[in-house]
């Protein structure tokens, strides 16, 4: 399966990677959320509708 995710530009630990939030479960434990893409004309599209998009870019992740 083949999904992108926007991060910032140069980063490279998971920390620098772009979340919307967090989500909170009924017993108390939170995760962090974020946008993930299924195509890269989707991811290409949301860019552009950040203030600064040169800040950003998109990687792209594969699982075999």
């Known amino acids: 399966m083949k999904a992108y995710i926007i991060k910032n530009r140069g980063a490279d630990w998971f920390g620098n990677y772009l979340d919307c939030g967090t989500m909170e ?7 962090f959320v974020g946008y993930w893409f299924h195509r890269l004309k989707d991811a290409k599209k949301y860019l552009k509708t950040f203030t600064y998009p040169e800040f950003f870019e998109i990687m792209k992740f594969d699982s075999k």
């Open 25 to 31: 479960f009924e017993d108390g434990n939170k995760v």
